[in-house]
């Protein structure tokens, strides 16, 4: 799964293997396999929506009105 997709990319992603895992037809393997999948989708939604939180954050402190201010989200492992 390469990082470079965006959040609605991965959400849907994330939809259709928790449908397949919901319909009780997928073999064991391909089970643990979907389940890791959703669980990396998962990971990457959530640290996609904290940049955006700290995004907010950031044009929301500034006193003297909204400025962007550049945002350096921290490198990933």
């Not at 904290?50 to 909204?66: C, N, P, S």
């Amino acid at each position: 799964m390469a990082n470079e997709i965006s959040f609605e990319q991965a959400l849907e992603q994330l939809e259709v293997i928790v449908k397949q895992l919901e319909s009780g037809d997928v073999p064991l393997e391909q089970a643990i396999d979907l389940f890791q999948e959703g669980m990396k989708l998962s990971h990457l939604c959530s640290g996609k929506l904290d940049q955006a939180e700290r995004k907010i954050e950031v044009l929301i402190e500034q006193e003297t009105g909204v400025e962007r201010e550049l945002f350096h989200p921290p490198a990933e492992e």
